[in-house]
């Protein structure tokens, strides 16, 4: 029997840049990062998230790729990140990378060939047209920066076609040559032990006129047959989408258990954000019950905050005004179609609105995925450019430059966060190691939790509905063991009364704090929770 470790990992986002500098010269490196994994095996992730470690120009901080087989020279080197990979598989951590299939840096071998024209034999490695009106059936995503998803090449005296940047030139999936191209690359990574990957931008593989050039079939079936090479040969990686789309559209990501293992669940986030706000349980009732059932060998990845702008893509425009007006007062705050804020300055450092998120988020179908820092409750900084607010360095300790670089400050990739609520001499791991209560070790204590109880990760939920509308609630059934769990959205103390009678005559024992409650008997079950409370309960028989 497989036993799809996916399935309960806590997986963990990290930018190398950002992490720890070995070397002095103000950004982070793989070094700094092997140096760091007691850290993470401390805190008990299964999964590292890499993003791109690939040599790149930078103008996309490595979505840019310039040498699919390299590690780019800020980083380390091969050495080192074998090095990097025996340490984490030694530690029980196991390591994927983010792979930017969609696209290349214009800066990439090929695509400096490319441009000589139709003689080159890379030129029909990208998309090109004469028309700019081509596919324009397909939206701009980068809003603030692009006009159009075509940019003119003066050297050919033809279009070149963009879903992002106009710096990463799309790959022409319908060329054989570039699909075999990205198999190797992904046979390569995975031969030196790597152990998977998140797959970047994945409905942008093909286009087709008359589409919105997402999601094509010849998408889905090039993503099946990546699969059917990784069953065959590499049967414990695990491919992990990002596509940022609608629960329907989503699903099919999944195939029929042979697509991907994994995709993120984009529409559930903000609605995690919306039901806090709102006091009231219908946004995540609403998109959870309009997320399908998955295979079984599949599974949702969850979130609350990564590494981009906090996404309102999933949302109607009434929604995305919702969300703008209640968590991004200042316009600086906007980027995209998304908010660019770190989890804890979004909610306003309230520590019981920090915790409530991450634990309606750990027990919702799905392994949950931490941004680094966020375990800590970092803050960010606004007034950098693009994301980069929400990429400063970690914050290990209170010394010269938070712990994260021996280096003169200036020298920093980007500056530590010295603001007086969220400044490094208080928020960093060493002091949050120090206090019992802090938020780093309330997330230790949950990741442990999340991995004692399997229905957690895998089990079926049903929702249980409350007359009290500010309170969630609902059970968890996995082979044999039931949970319930029941949230509290509201800033106040509220009562609930929850229909068990199913449930007569068992008992229930809160497991985080590991306390027999009151037996359920043949009347609604009464509890109070305080301001954002929260009950785990196992069902006992
Ligand atoms: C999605 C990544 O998360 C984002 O950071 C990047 O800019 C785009 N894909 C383009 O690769
Ligand atoms: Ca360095």
Not at 177 to 206: C, H, N, S
Not at 403 to 424: E, Q
Not at 438 to 446: A, C, D, R, V
Not at 511 to 532: A, H, K, M
Request: aromatic letters at 14%.
């Amino acid at each position: 029997m497989k036993d799809y470790w996916y399935k309960d990992a806590v997986f963990y986002e990290l930018y190398i840049r950002g992490f720890q500098d070995s070397n002095g010269d103000g950004k982070g490196d793989i070094p700094g990062l092997t140096s760091r994994l007691g850290y993470l095996r401390e805190l008990g992730v299964d999964c590292i998230w890499l993003l791109p470690m690939y040599p790149s120009p930078g103008h996309d901080d490595g979505y840019d790729i310039q040498d699919y087989k390299g590690i780019n020279p800020e980083y380390g080197t091969l050495e080192d990140f074998k090095f990097f990979l025996d340490e984490a598989h030694m530690r029980g951590i196991r390591v994927i990378a983010d792979l930017v299939l969609n696209h290349t840096s214009d800066r990439h071998p090929w695509f400096i060939d490319a441009r000589k024209g139709p003689s080159s034999p890379y030129h029909d490695y990208y998309v090109w047209s004469d028309d700019p009106g081509k596919y324009s059936g397909a939206s701009i995503i980068f809003i603030n920066h692009e006009t159009s998803n075509w940019a003119w090449c003066p050297d050919c005296g033809s279009y070149y076609w963009h879903r992002f940047f106009s710096h990463q030139p799309d790959l022409n999936y319908r060329n054989p040559k570039v699909q075999e191209e990205m198999i190797d690359v992904i046979r390569f990574w995975l031969d030196m032990g790597l152990d998977g990957f998140r797959m970047d931008a994945v409905p942008y593989l093909f286009e087709r006129e008359g589409t919105n050039c997402e999601g094509l079939p010849e998408t889905h079936a090039y993503l099946k047959r990546i699969r059917a090479m990784l069953d065959e040969k590499y049967p414990d990686a695990v491919m992990i989408a990002e596509a940022n789309q609608w629960p329907e559209d989503l699903r099919q990501y999944f195939g029929d258990g042979d697509e991907m293992h994994m995709a993120f669940n984009f529409p559930l986030m903000p609605r995690l954000f919306m039901a806090v706000k709102q006091e009231h349980h219908g946004p995540i009732v609403d998109i959870v019950k309009r997320t399908p059932v998955l295979p079984e060998n599949c599974q949702w990845a969850t979130f609350l905050r990564n590494h981009d702008e906090l996404t309102l893509a999933m949302c109607t425009d009434e929604e995305r005004d919702y969300m703008y007006n209640e968590y991004a007062k200042d316009p600086q705050m906007k980027l995209y179609s998304g908010i660019r804020r770190r989890l804890v300055p979004l909610l306003e450092k309230n520590y019981r609105k920090v915790e409530l998120l991450n634990v309606l988020l750990f027990p919702l179908p799905g392994s949950p995925v931490i941004y680094y820092g966020d375990e800590i409750g970092m803050g960010d900084n606004i007034f950098l450019g693009d994301r980069n607010g929400v990429r400063t360095p970690m914050h290990w300790n209170d010394n010269r430059n938070a712990g994260f670089s021996a280096c003169n400050p200036s020298r920093l990739y980007a500056p530590v966060i010295t603001d007086a609520d969220y400044s490094y001499t208080s928020v960093n791991v060493q002091v949050e190691e120090m206090i019992p209560n802090s938020l780093l070790n309330w997330m230790k204590k949950m990741i442990r939790v999340r991995r004692k109880y399997k229905s957690f990760s895998r089990g079926a939920l049903r929702f249980i509905y409350p007359e009290n509308k500010k309170v969630l609630v609902y059970a968890l059934e996995y082979d044999g063991e039931q949970m319930l769990c029941v949230f509290n959205l509201a800033s106040s103390s509220q009562p609930v009364q929850i229909g068990l009678r199913e449930f007569n005559g068992c008992g229930l024992t809160e497991v985080i704090g590991d306390t027999e409650f009151p037996q359920i008997g043949d009347s609604d079950y009464q509890v109070t929770l305080g301001p954002y409370g929260y009950y785990l309960l196992e069902i006992k028989h």
